[in-house]
T-cell receptor, first 116, second 114 residues
Framework: EPEVTQTPSHQVTQMGQEVILRCVPI?????FYWYRQILGQKVEFLVS????????KSEIFDDQFSVERPDGSNFTLKIRSTKLEDSAMYFC??????????????FGQGTRLTVV | GNSVTQMEGPVTLSEEAFLTINCTYT??????LFWYVQYPGEGLQLLLK?????DKGSNKGFEATYRKETTSFHLEKGSVQVSDSAVYFC?????????????FGSGTQLTVLP
């Protein structure tokens, strides 16, 4: 069964460092997303990506964040200068785009980012 | 704006007990509603969904009915198993052009004891 793959599963980084979280969405999907979950809090939407551009982003997704689909298979989230409050589980998701708003989004297992 | 309010956990039940996890929503449009489950060490998986009022989603013995009049989508299961221990997330989506993000509730941790 096709699945969304995220790497690494856990990343520890020093405050102020850049990190890149990687995702391989399901191959025929058209919509890509990043969400995050700070420990004990809600899963929050960060950004959606369609047709090689950002289609929607939340207030959380400020200038420190960027996304890229560099080679048609990977989908990356970059945090330019990490802060302690960026520590969270980051989930990548993708969906096919057919079937309207009821279309299932498939999620990866998440990358736990710890900023020290 | 859009939001989802879930029953706070954690919830601990004995095997074969009846489960209800409450979920209510507010939405500016006409949402589709979802329940996702996260088993230990795994990602979020779609459990069930409903796309219009009075629809009932069901899967693996779980059910939820889209109630527009009460803006609710409560998750139920008649007899839980130890293997149902997981975190359950209620979510909604309103499609607007190319924006199809999900809005999640806070999640409910369920532990089923043998």
């Amino acid at each position: 069964e096709p699945e969304v793959t995220q790497t690494p599963s856990h990343q520890v980084t020093q405050m102020g460092q850049e990190v890149i979280l990687r995702c391989v969405p399901i191959s025929n999907h058209l919509y890509f997303y990043w969400y995050r979950q700070i420990l004990g809090q809600k899963v929050e939407f960060l950004v959606s990506f369609y047709n090689n551009e950002i289609s929607e982003k939340s207030e959380i997704f400020d200038d420190q964040f960027s996304v890229e689909r560099p080679d048609g298979s990977n989908f990356t989230l970059k945090i330019r200068s990490t802060k302690l409050e960026d520590s969270a589980m980051y989930f990548c998701a993708s969906s096919s785009g057919t079937g309207g708003p009821g279309t299932e989004a498939f999620f990866g297992q998440g990358t736990r980012l710890t900023v020290v | 704006g859009n939001s989802v309010t879930q029953m706070e956990g954690p919830v601990t039940l004995s095997e074969e007990a009846f489960l209800t996890i409450n979920c209510t929503y507010t939405a500016t449009g006409y949402p589709s509603l979802f329940w996702y489950v996260q088993y230990p060490g795994e990602g979020l998986q779609l459990l069930l969904k409903a796309t219009k009022a009075d629809d009932k989603g069901s899967n693996k013995g779980f059910e939820a009915t889209y109630r527009k009049e009460t803006t609710s989508f409560h998750l139920e299961k008649g007899s839980v198993q130890v293997s149902d221990s997981a975190v359950y997330f209620c979510a909604l989506r309103i499609s607007s052009g190319s924006a199809r993000q999900l809005t999640f509730g806070s999640g409910t941790q369920l532990t089923v004891l043998p």
